[in-house]
């Protein structure tokens, strides 16, 4: 349950199903209002993927039957679709420039949060499981204003890469080829032992899946991401994964050599023999992201962890430090009172 008062507003796309909610509240009928949308580093999608932006509203005994749930302290109505095209804006599913309005019997001084999630267009609307954005409204006598972000409470929660770097190491450790030696990548970081000895520690520090009980349907993954100089970035998966106590959904990966035993139990994959990559020739760039479950898509979707290259002519063995993603998806919303 999203645990704040909200109430639902629409998008231009939505103003037939706002009008038939007028009747909901026995506020004044307020006229027809634009709200002012920015999108920020939300990802393009593929497939039959979108974006639906929700707005709450008071529950008031009257609810449509469409495009719309009940979260058990007010009505969440989906306020309008829309996808990201190349130049990060945000269209409709036709293509066009999305607009964004509060439709005429809607009191702008109502609305307390929005929300941003991700759909199929070949499953219809019901209750959202997937939120990637979510946000409060602030504002004065003339203007209320919301940045959506995926760390607020109603969407992925605090949980979501709080700590400000991770580790990982550069070896093949399932291959003694001597030419394999820096064609693998391994999310783990070494401790001494105070009587002697090393013990193997997870490089990432993540919470597990789910971050927000409220929303499920989210997996990690980790990434190489090869830019050879030209034409576009090449994205190789590494596995998903939902904690860090065991190796990835991959294990060692398809280019394990002979030895997958001597696999580390963290995720991570080994890019041996025919399959060998030569991580250290200063292209190969590695993304750690946040991912729907059970949707394949062929880039990072939220990243949170990014290195742009690995240096060129780093030797095995060699822990390379993972800095927080700096371009993390948001939206700036603003409604004038």
């Known amino acids: 349950m999203l645990n704040r008062p909200l109430i639902p507003i629409t998008l231009a796309c939505c103003l037939g199903l706002a009008l038939a909610l007028t009747g909901c509240t026995n506020d004044p009928l307020a006229p027809e209002k634009p709200v002012s949308v920015r999108v920020n580093n939300l990802p393009m999608l ?95 006598g003339s203007q209320m204003d919301a940045i959506l972000k995926p760390s607020d409470s109603a969407a992925f929660g605090p949980k979501l890469a709080v700590d400000s770097s991770a580790w990982c190491l550069l070896q093949a450790p399932t291959s003694d080829d001597p030419a394999d030696s820096v064609s693998g990548i391994w999310f783990v970081t070494f401790r001494n032992r105070s009587g002697g000895g090393i013990d193997t520690l997870s490089g990432l520090s993540l919470a597990p899946q789910p971050l927000n009980p409220d929303n499920p349907g989210w997996t990690y993954q980790t990434w190489l991401v090869r830019n050879a100089g030209s034409g576009s970035p090449e994205y190789v998966k590494m596995g998903r994964f939902r904690t860090l106590t065991g190796p990835d959904a991959d294990g060692p990966g398809p280019g394990a050599g002979a030895h997958p035993e001597r696999a580390y139990s963290r995720p991570g994959e080994d890019f041996t023999g025919t399959s060998r990559r030569a991580l250290n020739d200063g292209t190969y760039g590695i993304v750690v992201s946040v991912e729907p479950d059970s949707v394949e898509l062929s880039h990072p979707f939220i990243p949170l962890y990014s290195l742009n290259a690995i240096a060129a002519g780093a030797v095995t063995r060699t822990l390379i430090l993972l800095p927080l993603a700096t371009a993390s998806p948001s939206m700036e919303i603003t409604i004038e009172r």
């Open 46 to 140: 593929e497939g039959d993927l979108y974006y639906e932006f929700w707005f709450g509203y008071p529950k008031a005994g009257t609810s449509p039957k469409d495009k719309h749930f009940d979260d058990g302290v007010r009505d969440y109505i989906a306020a309008g679709s829309f996808r990201v095209d190349a130049s990060g804006q945000a269209i409709d599913l036709q293509g066009n420039p999305a607009q964004f309005i509060i439709p005429q019997g809607f009191q702008a001084d109502l609305i307390s949060d929005a929300i941003v999630t991700l759909e199929h267009e070949n499953q219809g609307l019901g209750t959202p499981q997937r939120r990637v954005l979510a946000g409060l409204f602030s504002g004065n």
